[in-house]
């Protein structure tokens, strides 16, 4: 039995993933932007609005001729012709003059404010009576106002929400350029583990790890590549590694919950040319047993074969890699809301360990949040189901007790 | 100039949205079941696990056989056939044996727990000894333990989540039953609207709304069709939303923020046939020219040109309305992760308006939140952009002042 020859913290093992390189950049449709992190900064070409609009519906004016207009004294304007959508006016409004203008619409040359349809009575056909003081620019848009030619519009590093999508088709872009998804390809290994569309003979087991961890790539924005289950044999093992590091950028391999085969993944991964183990154990639970190689700059991770532990290595470190590899900041695991919660029962925990406990987070009339502990063995798949959040216990610290305050993490 | 002929307020907006029946249900692969929503309860067909399995590496005994070890007074056990990874042992354990068994194994019959391999000593060829007690079911994940035949696994209206898609293949579910993704048809409606990529003519705008409901409606789980812009033509618009409707479960049809594109939408609406407008016009700042529709139990969603007002009022009713046709309980919008933060200045606001602030949530050093309101006028995007949060101030609030501790959700 070979030891871990390389434990270190989930702090430690988190610093190591800086090393691994962003990948390069795509232009890609605007349409298929969302959630994709900008690889370059994007400057406006021209303004927005390129001249002054319209916010509401009503008389472009002077605002100088409407100053003390009232109910009782309106100010009287000859009606200028119409604004129509889509087109900027060819005229300039002169002194005592007030256009027709429809939301959205742009002023004539001249017209510095717009009073609302509200304040004005139509007198006759030529002319309307304005019962309230504008002052300049109210109710208009600006030209440049929204965004100015030249100025950037959106950083690089950015991940693109709904809002930013319609803020660069209106500034007229229609493709950006975004890092490219990591590709990860997904192995799971053991002699005893059978694909889920199979039925398992007795003593075997369906392939939970493969799909579980597909979904959470997918989740942080990566494109998951399923390979074939590979069975507990060296040269299979070595074999399956270079074809699934020669197809993506980041390969996670789980398999192996018992020291023979987490023995055998080690000599695999270490039998790969130019290849260098970072880590093969952290001071964690559960997940322990992880392992970290770099591979000419494509990482490796050899995640645990229980289920439990290999979802919560891959939510806490993972992750924050293909991210990273996205061009976001690396930051610690796990991501995802933190919710201020009261603990609802003591907690027993290791002093060397940082641990993850699995907990349902609950909220109370009040609008404050318990966060009940998940109990049941660690290797149960359905404390993970049953649990909506994640309680991160530092490695300094002995265990909580019912009644503190903690921070979760929304699953 | 036709007035609103149905204000109402966004509650009882939101209630209308409950007539929309739910979309049927479609069985689909479990790799592409990621946030999808359950239509059927899943039930387990068989236990998991199949028999009793071991969570550590060491030796599966009879309980009562390690009583009183310790490291003084070992036990002393013969040692049995190694248990393999993949099989079930095909003798039964007997009093007085300990058979060397890894993480994952099985039980040979008659053991009833497993000492980790730490509290062992091999003392010679054929023995063990053991030196810590284990009491029944000791690192033992007992069968049916993490799911029983029969039993339900996952409820009707759950959305997946990575672990219940590994919960699922563990259990031998490689489809499930999901309700369909709703198809929203979205069109831009105005005389003024260009496409993205098109270069605007003097007084024409690039069509934003678009592209940023596409995404949002991609982001509520949903697929956008998008459609070519439509002019401000009563016959060209029933045509267009005749098609879209025919394409899809939802239409969703900004354009016309002046009076004047408000009313054609309204008279192409009213112009299809077994079409009720249900809503014209929601007491809410912005987006108040709001319409709603049903055209034979399908939505037809009238917004607002304006994208702020379009995309705000997409963000708190339509996405609740495509989560409920998917399933999900029916709430009221806005969606989205919820933080209670200090607000940083004074805000006024109308009495008999629901209106929506777009703020910027900043954390604080103490892990506290503040909100700041973003200034700028209503109609620009870049406001929109600079947001992180929206703040909700009810219809019956006159104002917010600077210090208040408020609600905001997060972006």
Same sequence: chains 1, 2.
């Avoid at 002077?62 to 119409?82: H, K, N, Q, V």
């Avoid at 270079?242 to 039998?271: C, F, H, N, P, Y």
């Avoid at 891959?314 to 009261?342: S, Y």
Wanted: glycine share 8%; hydrophobic share 40%; charged share 20%.
């Amino acid at each position: 039995m070979t030891e871990f020859f390389h434990v270190i913290t989930a702090d430690q093992f988190t610093e190591l993933l800086i090393r691994f390189p962003r990948l390069s950049s795509e232009k890609i449709p605007l349409d298929a932007s969302l959630a994709r992190i900008l690889s370059d900064d994007i400057v406006a070409f021209e303004d927005l609005p390129e001249q002054a609009r319209s916010t509401v519906d009503g008389y472009a004016v002077r605002a100088e001729d409407t100053f003390g207009a009232s109910d009782s004294i309106p100010a009287l304007l000859e009606i200028a012709e119409p604004v129509q959508m889509g087109t900027i006016p060819g005229y300039a409004l002169n002194s005592g003059q007030a256009a027709p203008i429809p939301t959205g619409g742009f002023l004539p040359r001249g017209a510095d404010a717009v009073v609302m349809v509200e304040y004005t009575n139509r007198a006759d056909e030529k002319n309307v009576e304005i019962t309230r003081p504008v002052t300049l620019r109210t109710n208009v848009l600006d030209k440049g106002e929204d965004s100015k030619s030249g100025e950037p519009l959106l950083p690089s590093g950015m991940q693109l929400r709904f809002q930013d999508i319609g803020f660069l088709a209106a500034a007229g872009f229609s493709e950006v350029s975004v890092y490219r998804k990591p590709k990860v390809a997904i192995l799971s290994s053991g002699d005893e583990v059978v694909p889920v569309d199979c039925r398992p003979r007795p003593g075997q087991i369906r392939d939970a790890n493969s799909h579980a961890l597909a979904a959470l790539v997918r989740e942080a924005g990566a494109e998951p590549i399923l390979f074939e289950i590979v069975p507990d044999n060296a040269a299979m093992l070595r074999q399956a590694l270079e074809t699934a590091l020669s197809q993506s950028d980041i390969t996670a391999i789980s398999g192996g919950s018992s020291v023979g085969a987490r023995d055998l993944m080690k000599s695999a991964v270490s039998s790969l040319n130019d290849t260098e183990i970072l880590a093969h154990g952290i001071a964690i639970r559960p997940g322990k047993p992880t392992l970290l190689a770099d591979r000419k700059g494509k990482a490796i991770f050899g995640l645990p074969g229980h289920p439990v532990s290999a979802l919560i290595v891959a939510q806490v470190f993972l992750v924050p890699l293909l991210r990273h590899l996205q061009g976001a900041a690396l930051g610690k695991g796990p991501r995802g809301l933190r919710i201020d919660a009261t603990l609802t029962a003591s907690i027993h925990s290791t002093i060397g360990l940082e641990e993850y406990v699995r907990v349902v987070i609950e909220e109370k009339p009040d609008g404050t949040y318990e966060a009940h502990p998940v109990y049941g063995k660690s290797g149960m798949l359905s404390t993970m189901v049953k649990a909506n959040g994640i309680l991160v216990i530092p490695m300094n610290v002995e265990g909580l007790s019912k009644g503190d305050s903690v921070q979760v993490v929304q699953w």
